[in-house]
């Protein structure tokens, strides 16, 4: 399955569960199998849970294959990521690094942690999702912040973060030309290199104002709380 952002899913056939599954979750769910004795045991259920895939959960895989090309890497701060040509988006779960991957990253999309309503509100009037046909130019950002970040509480990272940054304010300013899309790592299951994986889309047009963004981001308060940062920059391609 393969979408205008060139995403696609390697577990297709998680997201829509055979018929034979649906019936098992089905007895799993209805008060029917605990009379009739048919309750799977909890070894069974969660065998059976977890092969459905999370439409969540999307992996950034680098190699020499998928939609996107990649024309520019810089390692931002900390430890660089290898060298590839490609990177393939996925939606789900990949188990194992593809041959000739060199590496590969998940995280999930999540509610906000940050934003106010009124923020929120003006956030959903102007954003646009990603994967417009004619944003053939793309950015994924890992970002991992450090220990002193994560010591803060929810008030102190968000006074950093809006009151002091503006990391909103800035980036309202570049919306609808920039879609963006947040994931986040810390939770996964397997121990993640980054913290966040951040992706946009653009037109060709609207590359230099995508670059004098990340610049200004880059000089707040926020950006003293980054340990690690790698920026690829994509096309479509083609294009
Ligand atoms: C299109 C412009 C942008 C807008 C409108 C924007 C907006 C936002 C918003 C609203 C949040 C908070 C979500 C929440 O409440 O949990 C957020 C978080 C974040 N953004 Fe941006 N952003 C933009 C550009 C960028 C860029 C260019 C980067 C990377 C270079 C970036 C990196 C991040 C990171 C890492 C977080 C998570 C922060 C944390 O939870 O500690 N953003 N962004």
Not at 48 to 66: E, K, V, Y
Not at 128 to 157: C, F, Y
Not at 195 to 214: G, H, Q, R
């Amino acid at each position: 399955m393969r979408d205008l952002a060139g995403i696609h899913s390697m577990k297709s056939d998680s997201l829509h569960p055979s018929p034979n599954r649906r019936r098992f979750f089905g007895q799993m769910c209805g008060l029917g199998a605990v009379a009739s004795g048919m309750m799977p045991t909890f070894l069974e259920a969660k065998d059976a849970m977890q092969t459905i895939a999370n439409p969540r959960l999307f992996t950034f895989i680098g190699g020499d294959s998928g939609a996107w090309q990649v024309i520019a890497r810089k390692t931002v701060i900390g430890e660089p990521l290898p060298t590839v040509k490609r990177l393939d988006i996925v939606i789900g779960e990949v188990k194992e690094l593809p041959e000739n991957a060199l590496w590969k990253l998940s995280g999930v999309t999540s509610n906000e942690r940050y934003v106010t309503r009124s923020e929120k509100d003006q956030l959903t009037a102007k954003q646009v999702t990603i994967g417009r046909p004619e944003a053939t130019h793309a950015a994924m950002i890992p970002i991992r912040k450090n220990s002193k970040w994560w010591a803060l509480t929810q008030d102190e990272r968000r006074a950093i973060f809006e009151e002091s940054s503006h990391h909103i304010k800035i980036g309202m300013k570049y919306l609808p030309a920039i879609a963006r899309r947040l994931h986040h790592c810390r939770d996964m299951a397997e121990p993640q290199p980054f913290d966040f994986i951040t992706l946009f889309d653009y037109t060709k047009a609207d590359s230099t104002a995508f670059e004098d963004m990340v610049a200004e981001l880059r000089t707040t308060e926020e950006w003293k709380y980054v340990e690690r940062e790698i920026d690829l920059r994509m096309v479509r391609d083609g294009k």
